[in-house]
Each structure stands twice: as structure tokens, then as C-alpha cells.
């Protein structure tokens, strides 16, 4: 007697994403022949889109028939997407919804418009995590996916005064008992402006009288916006006058240098400090002990020498040329004390070379 043997064949459904539903019946051992009937139902958040593997067909219900091992994906898409949205910068990210997605209460289809908007003194830069048109402020998308966007901004190059020569310092600075063309920062200036024309305007932060420590709170106090273009700083002559230590004077001269390294744009090539010039070598002192003077001026010059160097900022020894005056009196002022507007030229004339060779432009 003859027996036919019918063969079993195994039936797996599996389902893509993995969390997005179910298949049932989702695997069984079935006979040659058999028709199978798979229903695939989405998840929360998920619709059924298609067969794949060993099916094919949009239907969420499908037939199969068992005429070997089937191995069947239910694929199936997310209806809301995840819209992350971040900043780098100063700035914001404005979202409006242009037009819904064909169901409502799901975001598959939305299309949204993104607008960067960026804060006083920051730009717009780019777009990343996202492949469409990445430098354009404003960006359309459709979502069928999840999109993880960021936006983002520069600050803008910011030129503060980058025309403007700042002299800071004491009555040296301000040029006293000279004519204002006199002024070594003035002559500095003019010798600037006919070889090079980004440096135009000077912007003087002195007084005769003040110390390193009113200097610092003068600056302090003023509107400075930088960077500045070019930065002098000739402070200490009255903190040596007034009988303070030199080494006391060494933390306030610390802190300017500092910070006139800071009102460059911290590009040190622009910034440059001079010696102290020996008022013990004027008339004004004929009555009083100069070699004394000259001492304490000299080691104020040491700390100041010292500390430009170490910061690798230029420093200028004008002080020698300060002593001159005990034997050309065309060297001081009427007052007696303060330099004359030839002793001034021959300061500007031992830094000029240097400064007229700086690279004012570009200002990076």
C-alpha cells in the first residue's frame, strides 16, 4: 500500500522597525500548499507600508502560499518624526508649519519652513544635519524622517577702532607745555598717516599728574571699544615721584600692559611701551639729589623693560635720550620739567621704523 508524505515548510514574519508593530500569525510550520493569511498592524506613531523578503504588495493583509520556507518583513513607517532643533552662536531658529501631511495629527508630510534669525553683532552661518540647501538662512523641508537640524551663527568680525592709534599714559602723553602738533603721539600719527592709510585717528587717555593705578581706573571708566589699531602705553613717572617702590609698581603696570595688550585685539605686534624719561636731568631738578632720581627711574624702567619683554611686546628706550636735555636745553619745555616738542621728535624718530613696517591690513 502506497502513502503520499506531504512536507512541512516554516513561515517567519518579521517586522522593520523592529518596535513599529506586529504580524500575526508572525511564524508557524505549515503543509505544502497552504494558504497563509498575514495582517500586519502598525504601532502607535507608525503606519504599515509594504512586504518585503519573500512577499511583496502595500496591503496590510497578504496572502501566502507555503510552497517552501518563507521568510516575510512587514516594513512599516513612523506618521510623527522626531524635529530636533539646536543653536551654536546667538541666535534663534523661527519655525512655521507651510503646509499638512495628508493625516491629521501626524507631522509625515508636514512641510516646514525654518528661519535663522541671528543676534545684534552675530551672522548666520550654516546649517548642519541636514543635506538641503545648508547656507541659505531660510530652509523648507518635507519631513518623512526624524531630522536632527542645527543652526549656526558667527560672531561678526568685529573692527571696533581698528583706524585709531590709543596713547595712553601721563603729562608725557598729553605733550604738556607743547603745541598740539608737538605731541609725540600726534607727530607719531602723521608719520603713520603718510605711509599708511588704515591708521587715521588718534584717541589720547592721559593726565598729567596720574599714576599707573589712575590710569587703570581711567581706562576702566572710559568707553574703549576695541581692538584699537595701534596701542602705546608710558606710565610710572609719578608713582617713582610720589616715593613709591618700584616693585609696588610692578602689579598696576602688569594689569595695563595687560590690558592694552586686550584693546589691540590681543595682536601684540601692535602694541608698544616706553622707557620712563629721567626728569632728574631737567632744570626742575637743579636743587634736588639726581643721581637718586636717576636710580629709582632706572629701576622702574628694569620692571617695565622686564614684564614688555616677557609678554613680547615692543619696548623703547627713550629714557637716554631724556638725559640729553642736561646738556641741550632745546630739549625741554618752557616749564622747565616736561620734554620739548624736539625731544619728542627724537622719540618718535627711534620707534618710527618699527612701527611704520606693522601690517595694519588686513586687521585679523
Not at 541666535?91 to 495628508?102: A, D, H, R, T, V
Not at 632720581?293 to 609678554?311: P, S, V, W
Request: proline share 4%; charged share 20%.
Amino acid at each position: 500500500m502506497l502513502t503520499s508524505c506531504t512536507k512541512e515548510f516554516v513561515l517567519d514574519a518579521s517586522i522593520s522597525p523592529v518596535e513599529a508593530g506586529t504580524v500575526i500569525p508572525s511564524e508557524g510550520t505549515y503543509k505544502e500548499g497552504s494558504i497563509v493569511t498575514l495582517n500586519a498592524y502598525p504601532g502607535s506613531e507608525y503606519f504599515f507600508d509594504s512586504w518585503s523578503g519573500d512577499a511583496s504588495g502595500s496591503s496590510s493583509s497578504i496572502d501566502i502560499l507555503v510552497d517552501g520556507n518563507k521568510n516575510i518583513v512587514a516594513n512599516f513607517s513612523k506618521t510623527n518624526f522626531n524635529v530636533l532643533l539646536s543653536v551654536q552662536g546667538q541666535g534663534l531658529i523661527n519655525e512655521q508649519l507651510i503646509k499638512s501631511g495628508p493625516v491629521e495629527g501626524q507631522n509625515l508630510g508636514d512641510i516646514i519652513e525654518l528661519i535663522a534669525t541671528p543676534e545684534k553683532g552675530w551672522s548666520f552661518n550654516r546649517w548642519e544635519g541636514t543635506p538641503l540647501n545648508t547656507y541659505n538662512d531660510t530652509l523648507i523641508i518635507e519631513i518623512n524622517n526624524d531630522l536632527v537640524i542645527k543652526a549656526v551663527f558667527v560672531q561678526d568680525e568685529v573692527f571696533g577702532n581698528k583706524n585709531k592709534y590709543l596713547a595712553l599714559g601721563d603729562s608725557y602723553t598729553i605733550g604738556e607745555s607743547v603745541d598740539v602738533k608737538q605731541k609725540w603721539p600726534v607727530q607719531l600719527l602723521e608719520k603713520l598717516s603718510k605711509v599708511n592709510s588704515e591708521i587715521n585717528e588718534l584717541e589720547i587717555i592721559a593726565q598729567t599728574g596720574w599714576t599707573a593705578q589712575q590710569l587703570i581706573t581711567a581706562t576702566a571708566e572710559s568707553t574703549l571699544e576695541p581692538p584699537y589699531g595701534l596701542v602705546s602705553l608710558l606710565i610710572g613717572v609719578n608713582n617713582q615721584f610720589q616715593g613709591q617702590l618700584a616693585e609696588n609698581f610692578r602689579p598696576s603696570f602688569i594689569e595695563l600692559i595687560d590690558r592694552a595688550v586686550i584693546l589691540s585685539g590681543n595682536i601684540k605686534e601692535r602694541v608698544f611701551v616706553l622707557s620712563i624719561p629721567d626728569w632728574g636731568a631737567t632744570p626742575f631738578a637743579n636743587s634736588l639729589q639726581r643721581s637718586e632720581i636717576t636710580k629709582q627711574i632706572n629701576e622702574f624702567n628694569g620692571i617695565i623693560k622686564y614684564e614688555a619683554e616677557q609678554r613680547n611686546v615692543k619696548f623703547y628706550n627713550i629714557t637716554d635720550i631724556s638725559r640729553n636735555a642736561l646738556n641741550d636745553l632745546s630739549l625741554i619745555a618752557n616749564d622747565n620739567l616736561h620734554p620739548s616738542g624736539k625731544m619728542y621728535a627724537q622719540w618718535v624718530s627711534l620707534i618710527e621704523k618699527d612701527i611704520l613696517s606693522i601690517n595694519f591690513s588686513p586687521f585679523k
